[in-house]
T-cell receptor, first 114, second 113 residues
Framework: GNSVTQMEGPVTLSEEAFLTINCTYT??????LFWYVQYPGEGLQLLLK?????DKGSNKGFEATYRKETTSFHLEKGSVQVSDSAVYFC?????????????FGKGTLLTVNP | NAGVTQTPKFRVLKTGQSMTLLCAQD?????MYWYRQDPGMGLRLIHY???????AKGEVPDGYNVSRLKKQNFLLGLESAAPSQTSVYFC????????????FGQGTRLTVV
């Protein structure tokens, strides 16, 4: 099955700073890769995804590239805003017969100060 | 489109009491999941279901039972609540297609005193 190692926080940045949250995974197959975001008091929601090697997922200024050779899916944003304060989860999803398995990292708490 | 709806949103139980958390999805998803989220622990899978009438144990199933009698509903039961079950509970659902994302409910904050 899959496992995921995600940069643990908390991460505290000033507004307009550059953000990187590292994520590496192990997988027996060829998973699809997801980043979810959890705003305070809410459930997780999809931020972006990539389903094959070298694909770049992007949304709300965030980007992540599916790197099969390094089994990584690092999340980046060039200029964070206070509204980006949330917990971010990296999540590979198995393909094939094990596609019901959802694996989540432990989450990275991001706080952006004005 | 309601998505994934959890009820109740908040509950306080006394030790030994029982309760059922309801999860309903209107997206015709095959798979449904129950997670608990505790500080510093991330999400831990309690039980899951790959289809109507089927359930399976996840990572932390002890003290919980589930049922999926209808495709759109997934119930989580606590037969005899313990303080260790104080947590935030999330339901999620997804299509069987591995390229698609999971959808989460808003959570149920449960306190056992």
């Amino acid at each position: 099955g899959n496992s995921v190692t995600q940069m643990e926080g908390p991460v505290t940045l000033s507004e307009e700073a550059f953000l990187t949250i590292n994520c590496t995974y192990t997988a027996t197959g060829y998973p699809s890769l997801f980043w979810y975001v959890q705003y305070p008091g809410e459930g997780l929601q999809l931020l972006l995804k990539a389903t094959k090697a070298d694909d770049k997922g992007s949304n709300k200024g965030f980007e992540a590239t599916y790197r099969k050779e390094t089994t990584s899916f690092h999340l980046e944003k060039g200029s964070v805003q206070v509204s980006d304060s949330a917990v971010y989860f990296c999540a590979p999803r198995d393909s094939g017969g094990s596609n019901y398995k959802l694996t989540f990292g432990k989450g990275t708490l991001l706080t952006v100060n004005p | 489109n309601a998505g994934v709806t959890q009820t109740p949103k908040f509950r306080v139980l006394k030790t030994g009491q029982s309760m059922t958390l309801l999860c309903a999805q209107d997206m015709n998803h095959e798979y449904m999941y129950w997670y608990r989220q505790d500080p510093g622990m991330g999400l831990r899978l309690i039980h899951y279901s790959v289809g109507e009438g089927t359930t399976a144990k996840g990572e932390v199933p002890d003290g919980y039972n589930v049922s999926r009698l209808k495709k759109q509903n997934f119930l989580l039961g606590l037969e005899s609540a313990a303080p260790s079950q104080t947590s935030v509970y999330f339901c999620a659902s997804s299509y069987a297609d591995s390229d698609t994302e999971a959808f989460f409910g808003q959570g149920t904050r449960l306190t056992v005193v």
